[in-house]
């Protein structure tokens, strides 16, 4: 069993900046690739980024690369988001996930799921 927390979220002006985090307890946290998704009202959740266990590998959505980070810090049973460049179009709730099996970019392939965290971007 893994428990997820994100904080961070909040209100920010167009061009801004968020960083997100999400602690881990539970189970062994720094053998799971870690995900972000992220869900606007009334659109389905979507892939933002996912980290490899080690870090070496992340991946992105199109509509975020070049401006978020992930990266995570196995001590502090931690993964962030770092957000930059922010625009309108990426408020949301956003959630991190632990991978379980298959694709890094579907839902369904995460077990686990904190229960978001709001960020409002304003032009």
């Known amino acids: 069993q893994v428990q997820l927390v994100e904080s961070g979220g909040g209100l920010v002006q167009a061009g801004g900046s968020l960083r997100l985090s999400c602690a881990a307890s539970?189970?062994?946290?720094?053998?799971?690739?870690m995900g972000w998704f992220r869900q606007a009202l009334g659109k389905e959740r979507q892939f933002v980024a996912a980290i490899s266990w080690s870090g070496g590998r992340t991946d992105y959505a199109d509509s975020v690369k070049g401006r978020f980070t992930i990266s995570r810090d196995n001590g502090k049973n931690t993964v962030y988001l770092q957000m930059n460049s922010l625009k309108p179009e990426d408020t949301a709730v956003y959630y991190c996930?632990?991978?379980?099996?298959?694709?890094?970019?579907?839902?369904?392939?995460?077990?686990?799921w904190g229960q978001g965290t709001q960020v409002t971007v304003s032009s």
């Open positions: 539970g189970r062994t946290f720094s053998s799971d690739t």
């Open positions: 996930a632990a991978y379980y099996g298959g694709s890094y970019y579907l839902e369904a392939s995460y077990g686990y």
